[in-house]
C-alpha cells in the first residue's frame, strides 16, 4: 500500500495552502503546458489517477466530458473534493494506486497529476493504465522529474553566483524519503529511462516528453522562478494505446 502522507494532518494543511491547492488549475505553473496535451474532452470517458481536490475532474466535466473518474489514497482528498464537485458527470472513489484495478476498455481518457512518484510499482501501473483505455485513447500525466527527486536533501549551494541542487546516486532508482511539509514523505525514484521504458514495454506509443521550464512571461511575473532553469522540476508526458 502506498504511503497515505496526504492524510497525515501536519502535511495536508501545508498542502492546503500551496498555490496549486487554493486557485486550482490556474494556481499550476505547468498548466497550460499540461493542457497543450490533452485531447478535446467532450465525450470522454475519463479517470484521473491521483484526483486530489478534483480541480481536473470539475474541468474535465466543464469540457463536456461524458464522464470522469477520480481516483485518490486520501479520505481527505476525496471528501472535499466531493464538497466541492457538484457535476453528476463526476464521482469519485478512494483507491491505492500501487493496487489498482480498473475494467479493460472503459475509459478514453487517462490523466494524472503529481501522483505516480509515490507509486512503488509504476509498471504494474501503466498495464493497467493500458488495459482500461480503448484502442486510440490517450494518456497524459506529469511526476516530479527524476533529476528533481534524485537530490538526497532540498538543501542548494551558490556557486558562482548560481543556486546548485547536489545530485545524488540519480542511477540508483528505488524508495526515497524526504521532509516536505512533513517529515518522513516517501516518494519511489526512477529514472527517465526506466519511465519511458516502462510505458514502452505496456504496448503505449510515446507521443511527447516535456522536461518543464517557466515560460519568459513567468519568469517576468515571478523572477524567483529563475531557479528552476537550474534542473527541471517537472516532466511531462502524452502517449496513446495504438
Known amino acids: 500500500m502506498a504511503q497515505n502522507i496526504y492524510d ?3 502535511f495536508f494543511e501545508g498542502y492546503s495552502g500551496l498555490p496549486r491547492s487554493v486557485h486550482g488549475l490556474a494556481g499550476a505553473a505547468e498548466w ?7 485531447p478535446p474532452l467532450a465525450g470522454r470517458r475519463i479517470v484521473d489517477l491521483g484526483c486530489g481536490f478534483g480541480w481536473f475532474a470539475r474541468y474535465a466535466a466543464e469540457e463536456g466530458a461524458a464522464s470522469v473518474l477520480g481516483l485518490d489514497l486520501s479520505e481527505n482528498m476525496i471528501a472535499r473534493a466531493k464538497a466541492e464537485t457538484a457535476s453528476p458527470a463526476v464521482r469519485y472513489e478512494i483507491a491505492d494506486l500501487d493496487t489498482l484495478d480498473l475494467p479493460q476498455g472503459a475509459f478514453d481518457l487517462a490523466y494524472s497529476s503529481l501522483a505516480f512518484h509515490y507509486i512503488a510499482d509504476f509498471d504494474r501501473l501503466v498495464r493497467t493504465v493500458h488495459a482500461a483505455l480503448t484502442p486510440g485513447a490517450s494518456f497524459v500525466f506529469t511526476i516530479e522529474h527524476p533529476i528533481y527527486m534524485a537530490p538526497s536533501q532540498p538543501d542548494w549551494a551558490e556557486v558562482g553566483g548560481r543556486q546548485v541542487w547536489p545530485l545524488d546516486d540519480y542511477l540508483v532508482e528505488g524508495r526515497r524519503t524526504t521532509d ?3 517529515k518522513g514523505v516517501v516518494k519511489h525514484h526512477r529514472t ?7 510505458l514502452v514495454a505496456a504496448g503505449f506509443v510515446i507521443r511527447h516528453v516535456e522536461e518543464w521550464r517557466p515560460s519568459e512571461q513567468q519568469l517576468a511575473e515571478h523572477p524567483q522562478w529563475r531557479a528552476e532553469l537550474n534542473r527541471p522540476m517537472f516532466l511531462l508526458i502524452a502517449c496513446a494505446r495504438p
Open 32 to 38: 497550460k503546458s499540461v493542457r497543450a496535451l490533452l
Open 192 to 198: 527517465l529511462g526506466t519511465t519511458l521504458n516502462a
Open 180 to 182: 516536505w511539509l512533513a
Open 8 to 10: 497525515d494532518p501536519a
